[in-house]
Structures are given as C-alpha cells and as structure tokens.
C-alpha cells in the first residue's frame, strides 16, 4: 500500500505562498501508481475538514471552487512527489494540512482517500 | 455543494455498547459515502466506502448502511481502541466534502 510522507513550511505571514510537497512510496510511482490520484485536504476548526483539490498522474487538476484562484497542484514523477502551492495565504488558512492518495475505484465504489501523510500544521500569522 | 450534517456531535458510550452514528447529505449521494475515523494528532484513518464496503485491515465490528441521503455507520461492540472522532464524506461530485465530526468519548 502506498505510505505518504510530506513537509513544508509551517509558518508564514499574510501574503506569502504555502508550498508543501508529499513523497510516495511503497512502490513505482509511474508503474504501480500510474492510476492514482493525488489530493490535498486541510482541517481546522472552524471549517472541519476541507478538501482543497486532486492532480492526477498526467498533472490534470481539480480544485475546490472555494479554493481555485489561489491554489496550484503538480505532479513530479521522477521524484514520487506531488506539491501544492496555496497564494496570497491569511490567518483563514491557518490549518492542518493532509496529503492523501486515491487509488482507481473498485467497480462503481467511487473514490476514496485511501493513505494519509502525516499532516504538516501551517500557522498565517504576522 | 452537498452539505454532509452528522448527529450526534458527541456521544459518551461504554467498553461493549453498540454505537449508531448518523449522516445526512443535503441531496442524493447515491451509495458514495464513506467513514473516517480520527484520533487526536493523527490523519484520519478510512473505515467504509461505498456506505458498506470495510477497507482492508478494518475490524468486522464497524458496518455502515444507508444509501441516497440518509447513511448510518454501527460499532457493534465499542472497543477502547475505537474511541476517537468518526468522518462522513461524499464522493458523489467534486468538491468532495465532509460532515463535521461526531467525537465518542469514553461514559
């Protein structure tokens, strides 16, 4: 099963760009995951838990509309990474931040968030 | 967006009980929902998808049911492993969304 691991800045002031990067493993990113999709979801308490977008392996995107005019998905297949870049960041985005994977559905099971990263906290404050 | 409304927000159970959590979607998800279960400091961890489906290595004592708004997801007999906050979500169009959490604590 694919494990993630990520990292990324954890403090920022309003303005700046978050960027946080997750690597997969557990086997060959353009071979045994070539089907899967990459997501990005964040939690905190005022809005719970909030799914911010996918990329899939070609680098096609879909993004939250509540989210899109500031958020950029990308695939790295040579490194078995995904990234997110999040612009003009305010205290509203102070959060818990999760990569996850959704692999191919079974039949008509529908997608999933299968693994999880570790979750990386990112504070907005000046 | 599909609104996902869970109940209760927090419930206070016992080491055997049989535990029901509840979820609503704001339209018709057809059977693409699934659970998540959460502890403190942790990533949320996936119990059930497709109302019903365990995903692997899941104890047979979580089951969901339910299908087009209403769902339900039973622990049989609560175990102390399983206290924690447990997630609805949709997967029926993007953007994917969650309920706000149902917390089972420890009576």
């Known amino acids: 099963q694919v494990q993630l691991q990520q990292w990324g800045a954890g403090l920022l002031k309003p303005s700046e760009t978050l960027s946080l990067t997750c690597g997969v493993y557990?086997?060959?990113?353009?071979?045994?995951?070539?089907?899967?999709?990459w997501t990005w979801i964040r939690q905190s308490p005022e809005k719970g838990l909030e799914w911010i977008g996918e990329?899939?392996?070609?680098?096609?995107?879909n993004y939250n509309p509540s989210l899109k005019s500031r958020v950029t998905m990308s695939v790295d297949t040579s490194k078995s990474q995904f990234s997110l870049n999040l612009t003009s960041v305010t205290a509203a985005d102070t959060a818990l931040y999760f990569c996850?994977?959704?692999?191919?559905?079974?039949?008509?099971?529908?997608?999933?968030?299968?693994?999880w990263g570790q979750g990386t906290l990112v504070t907005v404050s000046s | 967006d599909v609104q996902m409304t869970q109940s209760p927000s927090s419930l206070s159970a016992s080491v055997g009980d049989r535990v029901t959590i509840t979820c609503r979607a704001s339209?018709?998800?057809?059977?693409?929902l699934l659970w998540y279960q959460q502890k403190p400091g942790k990533a949320p961890k996936l119990l059930i998808y497709a109302v019903s489906t365990l995903q692997s290595g899941v104890p047979s004592r979580f089951s969901g049911s339910g299908s087009g708004t209403d769902f339900t997801l039973t622990i049989s007999s609560l175990q102390p492993e399983d206290f924690a906050t447990y997630y609805c979500q949709h997967s029926y169009n993007t953007p994917w969304t969650f309920g706000q959490g149902t917390k089972v604590e420890i009576k």
């Open positions: 990329v899939n392996h070609s680098g096609s995107t």
């Open positions: 557990g086997g060959s990113f353009s071979e045994s995951f070539s089907e899967y999709h």
């Open positions: 339209q018709y998800i057809s059977s693409y």
């Open positions: 996850a994977s959704i692999p191919p559905p079974r039949g008509y099971s529908g997608y999933r968030f299968e693994s």
